[in-house]
């Protein structure tokens, strides 16, 4: 034990020569950096600038020390059990938007609500649909955000990709295979940075009378009174999700305080004091009904990270 926390100590020194000791927290509950307000310690936390970032990736490249990367938490289910080693969030401190004609550049950090904000204010169309989704821009590309009829790969040009080799590279969007909720990044272990997008002018009114339609649409049909991950599964082809789950009788079921919202049964919702385990007994008893009743597997839309019971 004596030994493990001396090397932990090894790894705090070498990160403070990088990060400033008022950005790094020891002990930090991650169920502060989730949407759903779950999920036990990570080890060493930081919130870096996007270069800074960089460096510490080196760092735990070169040393072996593991590390987790997080956006907005808006996707994610954190084990009880914690992440052990280093979550590096890109949060405030890498999340700067420029807009220059009809294209924006934003850091991987940006809220997406943010830049479809200064879209509007710039009177660019092509990000209502993101307005209202609760997830940073590095995030949204990851996992080829989407809803109400529009995605990622509709208005991204290109990333800024941290590669396994340690290069930064800009990498045209034919190149990252978007598909629905699923981009390469998933697969090779790169990084987004950062991203440019390309939108198209409009009239302001009109694009903001959009963003309101959707911001209107989702308070009425979704539970955004309570913590949640947003839609728990995948949309399986040829059916939705949701009314899978409804129609098997789970609109309102529970495990502990971890729920299918009756409101929205695609979502998965905690009332007060969910534990992670909690919402993952939860979702495997859905999926176990759901095959059941219509022999279709649902697949968890959410992330699953950390250490679980």
Not at 22 to 31: A, D, G, K, T, V
Request: net charge negative.
């Amino acid at each position: 034990m004596g030994e493990a926390n001396f090397v932990r100590e090894d790894w705090i020194e070498a990160i403070k020569t990088i990060v400033d000791e008022n950005r790094i927290r020891l002990q930090e509950p991650m169920s502060r950096h989730t949407t759903f307000r779950i999920g036990g310690m990570a080890e060493i936390f930081l919130m870096p600038t996007i270069k800074e970032a960089v460096d510490v990736i080196t760092l735990c490249r070169a040393k072996k020390i593991p590390y987790t990367i997080i956006g907005n938490g808006s996707n994610l289910l954190v084990g009880d059990k914690g992440i052990p080693g280093v979550v590096i969030e890109f949060g405030a401190n890498a999340s700067s938007i420029e807009v220059k004609e009809n294209m924006i550049r934003a850091e991987a950090g940006a809220l997406l609500s943010k830049v479809a904000h200064k879209a509007l204010e710039a009177s660019l169309g092509g990000m209502e649909f993101a307005a209202g989704i609760p997830g940073s821009i590095g995030g949204a590309v990851v996992m080829n955000a989407g809803a109400y009829g529009g995605e990622m790969k509709d208005i991204l040009v290109s990333a800024d990709l941290l590669t396994k080799d340690g290069e930064v590279v800009e990498v045209p969007v034919e190149e990252i295979s978007l598909s629905y909720r699923h981009s390469r990044v998933m697969e090779t272990g790169e990084v987004v940075l950062g991203v440019t997008l390309k939108l198209v002018s409009g009239e302001k009114e009109k694009i903001e009378a959009v963003m309101q339609e959707l911001r209107q649409k989702r308070q009425e049909k979704q539970p955004l009174e309570f913590p949640s991950a947003g839609s728990t599964f995948k949309r399986p082809e040829g059916y939705f999700a949701g009314k899978l789950i409804m129609d098997a009788g789970l609109r309102g079921y529970r495990v502990g305080d971890a729920q299918v919202s009756e409101k929205h049964c695609g979502f998965v919702i905690n009332r007060g004091q969910a534990t992670a385990a909690e919402v993952e007994e939860l979702m495997r008893r859905v999926q176990e009904k759901v095959e059941q009743e219509f022999q279709v597997r649902l697949e968890p839309e959410v992330r699953r990270l950390g250490e679980f019971s």
